[in-house]
């Protein structure tokens, strides 16, 4: 058999101390905590910062051209990701979470932090929720045209990032319009969340029952707060999901946004009465 070609000697070397890292905690939030003398790790935790194509070289002799093409093979691998300025890091493994998609207006997945928990938690999964940003803005034009009111109306902005096991995993901001604010819905104002939740405060308030909503999902570039947040690659995709809310006489309530990084998010969509998904074998099998 052939020998393999330097760089791929060389990536496959350094997927093993990546992959024996992998089980492993972070170091932290300094890269710098590992250190490189010339020797490389044995493993490498996700987190941790590669040595740079020169130290690389030296380790493995091998030319700086060689070691470029050993570092895009583990990129494409997503072992590794470069950061413009910062160097080489390993990855760390995300476990997907899985959200739901239903008809079913009662099923977890609501407009802010409540219903998430309990779908996370549900999944034996550990989730926090950051408190709600409040604000009063002019809407991006996406979302008042989804809301329907002028370019220049105001609405009532409530932002809050979402994590998954420690994880960045999302980050939701829901719209409502001014009007409920002077109708009486005054708590929508409040940074914090509302325990029955804000459909349910509303409709309490002001007698607005949410009757459907529409999900329309796209997938887009991260800006950079995203890129920043959930520590995506500059070429990272994220999918964003519109959920527009009607009440009883098909007028929008709500319109709420959600990102979610395409690397720790898949979405399933149930039609009918479908048993819950679950692709493990039997016992009988």
């Known amino acids: 058999m052939p020998q393999q070609p330097m760089y791929l000697q060389i ?3 350094l997927r093993k101390r990546i992959e024996l ?4 905690p972070p170091h932290g939030d300094d890269p710098a905590a590992v250190e490189f003398d010339g020797q490389l790790p044995v493993t490498l935790r996700p987190g941790d910062r590669l040595p740079t194509e020169v130290g690389l070289s030296e380790a493995y002799s091998a030319s700086r051209n060689t070691i470029r093409d050993a570092i895009k093979r583990l990129t494409s691998l997503g072992l590794v990701e ?13 476990d997907p979470f899985v959200t739901v998609l239903s008809t079913d207006l009662q099923a977890p997945g609501g407009a802010e932090g409540a219903a998430y928990l309990s779908d996370v938690n549900r999944k034996h999964r550990r989730a926090t929720v950051e408190v709600p940003k409040v604000e009063i803005q002019v809407p991006p034009p996406e979302v008042g045209r989804r809301l329907r009111v002028s370019q220049t109306a105001q609405v009532v902005s409530r932002h809050q990032p979402r994590y998954v096991d420690n994880i960045p995993w ?6 409502y319009p001014m009007d409920f604010i002077t109708k009486g819905a005054t708590r929508l104002l409040l940074a914090e969340d509302l325990a029955e939740g804000t459909v349910a405060y509303i409709g309490k308030v002001l007698g ?5 909503y529409r999900d329309w999902i796209t997938a887009r570039s991260p800006d950079a707060n995203e890129q920043a947040f959930f520590s995506l690659a500059h070429d990272a995709t994220v999918f964003e999901l519109f959920r527009t809310a009607f009440d009883q006489t098909g007028i929008p309530l709500r319109v709420t946004v959600t990102v979610f990084p395409t690397d ?7 039609v009918g009465d479908v048993p819950d998904p679950s692709y493990e074998a039997s016992e009988s099998d």
């Open 170 to 175: 999302s980050l939701q901001t829901s719209f």
């Open 82 to 94: 470069v950061r413009q300025g910062q160097g080489t890091f390993a990855t760390r493994r995300i």
């Open 21 to 24: 890292g992998a089980s492993l």
């Open 11 to 13: 990536a496959d070397d």
């Open 264 to 270: 720790r998010n898949q979405f399933i969509v149930n």
């Open 208 to 212: 607005i029952k949410q009757v459907g």
